[in-house]
């Protein structure tokens, strides 16, 4: 129920129990004619107020009805938060999504099923409705978000949101062509920014890109497939601040551009710990001189991705006091994650180790090849593949990062929640 619609109804209510408790509308008075005597004049006063009281007593409600209805009024209102649903939705019109592995299954992605590096076909659950940010976009109540290869190109469907991200993508250029880089989702970007300037206008599409958001969720294949992974020798040629400093300032970057379009609502997400997921585990803990945590996790790697983490949020801050306008939300999954993986009890998980869907030792030698080889209980682990989380903790990233509950702060300076209504 709309917020506006269930105080307007209220407002009504009370200013009707208001008019009707002051004596309502009564019957028109008859003109008392001036040769009429005083007896007489009192009697039809008299007869005149009978009449009114019947009136009023006739279609003044009884104070329990209108209490019921206020109930109903408030209830209405109070379920929608309670269920995490916006009630003010006109404040973002369309959701666009940039990213890697974390907002595609590899539907988006071209050949995928043929040439994917981490031996892993279904990289979630076989839904990109699981994933973060179309649990977010649910909780919007905007309308489905199609991948930019299913659509159509119809204004209809561009107006809707389109998620540009693709399996594996990465922010350096990757080594297979099948696989976006962050640079070529941003030019399908701007590809939508013309089509609806065509069919819209300027002046409106500039409106519509100014009340739309944009979310971006990058990195985790650039260390992942170039940095762990020693692509090209990367590792070789850079320490782990220089290669934090390559993306962060790549990301910051993009974010300028999308500013520079009209877009003033961004959601910008960290990367997960990579230490603690089943490959990383499996390829590192068994080395003896690899340092590991209480959680059974990989503390150097965990190291290396907090050093991104808390260098992307500081550029985060200073890009927001320097950009009029601009609503940049860092989220930060690897806090949620971690949380989980400390206290799995309290969250309702079973095991942090290994992956529901996979193969060999952690379920990390060979990845989720067919959706038989899943666990039977997949909202008991915390880790679905080689490097993905569950559906079931994508669900307790997204309500932290909608209200804050229940990892509180995720997400800074403000909920998505709090971002959509400003």
Not at 13 to 40: A, D, M, N, Y
Not at 319 to 335: E, H, R
Request: aromatic share 10%; charged share 15%.
């Amino acid at each position: 129920m709309n917020r506006l619609f269930g105080f307007s109804l209220i407002y009504t209510l009370l200013s009707f129990w208001s008019i009707q408790r002051e004596g309502g509308v009564g019957l028109k008075r008859k003109k008392v004619r001036p040769q009429k005597t005083e007896p007489e004049v009192r009697r039809l006063k008299e007869k005149q107020q009978s009449l009114n009281a019947k009136m009023v007593q006739n279609t003044v409600p009884p104070k329990g009805l209108v209490l019921v209805l206020l109930v109903v009024v408030l209830m209405g209102l109070i379920i929608n938060v309670a269920n995490g649903k916006s009630p003010d939705t006109h404040n973002v019109m369309a959701l666009y999504v940039l990213g890697d592995s974390s907002v595609d299954c590899g539907d988006n992605t071209l050949l995928y099923p043929l040439i994917h590096h981490n031996f892993s076909l279904y990289p979630c659950d076989g839904s990109d409705s699981s994933l973060l940010p179309y649990l977010l976009a649910e909780k919007m109540s905007l309308p489905n978000i199609l991948p930019f290869y299913s659509q159509n190109g119809s204004i209809a469907e561009l107006q809707h949101g389109l998620n540009f991200g693709s399996a594996e993508a990465t922010i350096l250029e990757p080594r297979s062509q099948s696989h976006q880089s962050l640079n070529q989702q941003l030019r399908q970007v701007f590809e939508i920014i013309q089509l609806l300037q065509l069919q819209l206008g300027q002046n409106s599409a500039d409106h519509f890109i100014k009340s739309s958001m944009v979310y971006l969720s990058f990195s985790k294949d650039d260390y992942i497939d170039l940095f762990l992974g020693n692509s090209s020798g990367v590792m070789l040629n850079y320490n782990s601040q220089e290669f934090a400093h390559i993306l962060v300032n790549q990301m910051i970057h993009v974010m300028r551009i999308l500013y520079n379009a009209n877009f003033r609502k961004i959601i910008c997400t960290g990367i997960l710990p990579l230490g603690c997921t089943p490959r990383t585990v499996w390829k590192w803990y068994n080395t003896s001189n690899v340092e590991k945590d209480g959680r059974g996790c990989v503390k150097e790697i965990n190291d290396i991705v907090l050093e991104y983490n808390t260098m992307l949020n500081e550029h985060i801050v200073k890009l927001n006091s320097k950009l009029p306008d601009a609503q940049i939300v860092f989220c930060d999954v690897y806090q949620g994650i971690m949380e989980i993986i400390t206290k799995p009890a309290n969250y309702g998980f079973e095991e942090v180790r290994n992956a529901c869907c996979g193969a060999g030792t952690y379920g990390a030698i060979i990845g989720c090849l067919s959706q038989e080889m899943a666990c039977d209980q997949a909202s008991s682990f915390v880790w679905w593949d080689l490097y993905n989380p569950t559906p079931a903790v994508n669900s307790l990233l997204a309500d932290s990062a909608w209200s804050g509950r229940p990892f509180s702060g995720m997400c800074h300076p403000i909920t998505i929640q709090e971002l959509i209504n400003t």
